[in-house]
């Protein structure tokens, strides 16, 4: 049986974020030249004598305010010793306070290989692939699948299930193949579908990343008032939260293989070739930006901009040393007459896709292609997310400005939950209300209505959004059996 074969490159437009589940912390990392030095502890420890180790070893079960900056800082003659084992920098400092001690952060970390690079494993580009495919074929007939997954959960409420997917999966991507010893059997047809880790990256295209939520348009934000103080504090556009995670920076550049078996085009309502893959992207990512991302004072940017810049009429040539051509770009091109030998020449097919974590609910689920009635959809996304992220109220706090609040929110068809209060020393409030707003999304007419960004060098870009070119290599194989 035939196998197409692919060669896939993905450009780092928006940050982003592969996880291992594991944090970076202030006792991993010290200062070099203001820069972040992650430690390679055990070749740290090598360097140590036992009474040296003995004191490091005592460093790490005490004080949890303390950092390894202030370790080597009370033990300078263990620094030469940590920048020996420094396992890669990054290009990220840490800012102080009005006291001068340094903020320490704590940053989700990427996924390396066993020689500490990083890589994009095969399995996050298959899975992204797979929600495209889904929602691709989904979109076709939405009714048959809703019917479907309503058959599935036979009334049971599947808006709280982390498999709440799965008989849409089975229905459309699921197909039954004769087995003597289970009458039932099905296979997943992506089985037909393999993708190769990709090459390995450098620690260098890493960065740290704070997390940023832009709020839609028409949200006046008023859950950013002070809680116990009637006055208004100063409203943003979005919400800044001390929430890092390590990234791919904007402009690396992702090779991977993808292979195909076309025995996939049998169960598919078309041939899954690179022209169809990029379709896929390319349909999911017009109806992300209709039912989604249209609701956000941002700009996007467009295919093949792979540094994330808007098209502001200025040329998209980027030196080498990160400035920016001053030219006015000629006409569609992008680029100016001196650097059009620069503009990229497309051979594949090119398209928009959203990797990783920390990106857009949208990005990650097809529930947009699930629902056409723009009301019902809005209804749908909401309740989901308002069980996954209920609201909940002191309602006997601050004068019945809370009770007010669970009466607003019950109106709107959805069950508020008590919770109690919090304060700090001398009588502060720490905490009176945990509300994500869900319940608002329908007044507000986008589910969720905040748009997930990531700071960068004081830059707000799309949590994990690239380009994807996809192009054929030279060689067809055949083979026998499933991938």
Same mark, same amino acid.
């Given at each position: 049986?035939?196998?197409?074969?692919?060669?896939?490159?993905?450009?780092?437009?928006?940050?982003?974020?592969?996880?291992? !589940?594991?944090?970076? &912390?202030?006792?991993?990392?010290?200062?070099?030249?203001?820069?972040?030095?992650?430690?390679?502890?055990?070749?740290?420890?090598?360097?140590?004598?036992?009474?040296?180790?003995?004191?490091?070893?005592?460093?790490?079960?005490?004080?949890?305010?303390?950092?390894?900056?202030?370790? $080597?800082?009370?033990?300078?003659?263990?620094?030469?010793?940590?920048?020996?084992?420094?396992?890669?920098? $990054?290009?990220?400092?840490?800012?102080?306070?009005?006291?001068?001690?340094?903020?320490?952060?704590?940053?989700?970390?990427?996924?390396?290989?066993?020689?500490?690079?990083?890589?994009?494993?095969?399995?996050?580009?298959?899975?992204?692939?797979?929600?495209?495919?889904?929602?691709?074929?989904?979109?076709?007939?939405?009714?048959?699948?809703?019917?479907?997954?309503?058959?599935?959960?036979? *009334?049971?409420?599947?808006?709280?299930?982390?498999?709440?997917?799965?008989?849409?999966?089975?229905? @459309?991507?699921?197909?039954?193949?004769?087995?003597?010893?289970?009458? !039932?059997?099905? +296979?997943?047809?992506?089985?037909?579908?393999?993708?190769?880790?990709?090459?390995?990256?450098?620690?260098?295209?890493?960065?740290?990343?704070?997390? /940023?939520?832009?709020?839609?348009? !028409?949200?006046?934000?008023?859950?950013?008032?002070?809680?116990?103080?009637?006055?208004? *504090?100063?409203?943003?556009?979005?919400?800044?939260?001390?929430?890092?995670?390590?990234?791919?920076?904007?402009?690396?550049?992702?090779?991977?293989?993808?292979?195909?078996?076309?025995?996939?085009?049998?169960?598919?309502?078309?041939?899954?070739?690179?022209?169809?893959?990029?379709?896929?992207?390319?349909?999911?990512?017009?109806?992300?930006?209709?039912?989604?991302?249209?609701?956000?004072?941002?700009?996007?940017?467009?295919?093949?901009?792979?540094?994330?810049?808007?098209?502001?009429?200025?040329?998209?040539?980027?030196?080498?040393?990160?400035?920016?051509?001053?030219?006015?770009?000629?006409?569609?091109?992008?680029?100016?007459?001196?650097?059009?030998?620069? @503009?990229?020449?497309?051979?594949?097919?090119?398209?928009?896709? /959203?990797?990783?974590? *920390?990106?857009?609910?949208?990005?990650?689920?097809?529930?947009?292609?699930?629902?056409?009635?723009?009301?019902?959809?809005?209804?749908?996304?909401?309740?989901?997310?308002?069980?996954?992220?209920?609201?909940?109220?002191?309602?006997?706090?601050?004068?019945?400005?809370?009770?007010?609040?669970? &009466?607003?929110?019950?109106?709107?068809?959805? *069950?508020?939950?008590?919770?109690?209060?919090?304060?700090?020393?001398?009588?502060? $409030?720490?905490?009176?209300?945990?509300?994500?707003?869900?319940?608002?999304?329908?007044?507000?007419?986008?589910?969720?209505?905040?748009?997930?960004?990531?700071?960068?060098? !004081?830059? $707000?870009?799309?949590?994990?959004? +690239?380009?994807?070119?996809?192009?054929?290599?030279?060689?067809?194989?055949?083979?026998?059996?499933?991938?």
């Amino acid at each position: 049986m035939a196998i197409r074969r692919y060669q896939v490159a993905l450009t780092v437009i928006g940050p982003v974020h592969i996880g291992t !589940g594991r944090t970076i &912390g202030k006792k991993d990392y010290f200062l070099q030249k203001g820069k972040i030095c992650v430690l390679d502890a055990a070749r740290f420890v090598e360097r140590l004598s036992p009474q040296q180790v003995g004191e490091y070893c005592a460093f790490l079960e005490g004080d949890s305010r303390s950092g390894l900056e202030d370790f $080597l800082s009370r033990h300078g003659e263990l620094r030469k010793a940590a920048q020996d084992a420094c396992a890669y920098q $990054l290009d990220t400092g840490l800012s102080k306070t009005r006291q001068g001690k340094l903020q320490y952060l704590e940053a989700a970390e990427f996924v390396k290989d066993s020689y500490g690079c990083p890589y994009v494993p095969g399995s996050s580009f298959k899975g992204m692939l797979r929600t495209a495919l889904l929602a691709a074929v989904i979109g076709r007939d939405p009714e048959t699948f809703v019917r479907a997954m309503k058959d599935g959960w036979r *009334g049971r409420d599947w808006r709280r299930s982390a498999n709440a997917d799965a008989s849409l999966n089975k229905k @459309a991507l699921w197909v039954e193949r004769p087995d003597e010893s289970d009458a !039932g059997f099905a +296979c997943d047809i992506m089985r037909y579908v393999s993708v190769s880790d990709s090459d390995p990256l450098s620690v260098s295209d890493l960065a740290f990343v704070k997390k /940023y939520d832009r709020f839609s348009k !028409g949200d006046r934000a008023e859950h950013k008032r002070r809680m116990g103080n009637q006055s208004i *504090g100063d409203i943003t556009d979005g919400n800044e939260l001390n929430i890092y995670r390590e990234c791919l920076k904007p402009g690396t550049v992702v090779s991977l293989r993808l292979d195909v078996d076309e025995r996939i085009d049998e169960y598919l309502p078309f041939s899954l070739d690179a022209e169809h893959v990029g379709d896929v992207f390319k349909r999911f990512e017009e109806r992300y930006r209709a039912c989604f991302a249209d609701h956000f004072d941002y700009e996007m940017g467009g295919e093949g901009d792979s540094r994330g810049l808007v098209s502001d009429g200025r040329c998209r040539y980027v030196a080498s040393n990160g400035l920016r051509c001053r030219n006015g770009a000629v006409a569609e091109s992008g680029y100016c007459n001196v650097h059009k030998d620069e @503009a990229p020449r497309s051979t594949g097919v090119e398209a928009i896709c /959203y990797l990783g974590g *920390g990106v857009d609910f949208d990005s990650k689920t097809v529930l947009n292609a699930l629902y056409r009635d723009e009301g019902e959809r809005l209804h749908e996304i909401s309740h989901v997310l308002y069980k996954q992220f209920p609201t909940r109220i002191d309602r006997d706090f601050a004068s019945g400005r809370h009770r007010a609040l669970w &009466g607003r929110v019950e109106a709107e068809g959805f *069950g508020p939950q008590p919770m109690k209060a919090l304060f700090k020393g001398r009588g502060r $409030l720490q905490k009176a209300k945990d509300d994500h707003r869900h319940w608002m999304d329908q007044d507000l007419g986008v589910s969720p209505h905040t748009l997930k960004l990531g700071k960068v060098d !004081g830059a $707000l870009l799309p949590m994990g959004r +690239c380009t994807v070119k996809i192009e054929n290599t030279p060689d067809r194989s055949h083979a026998k059996g499933a991938m």
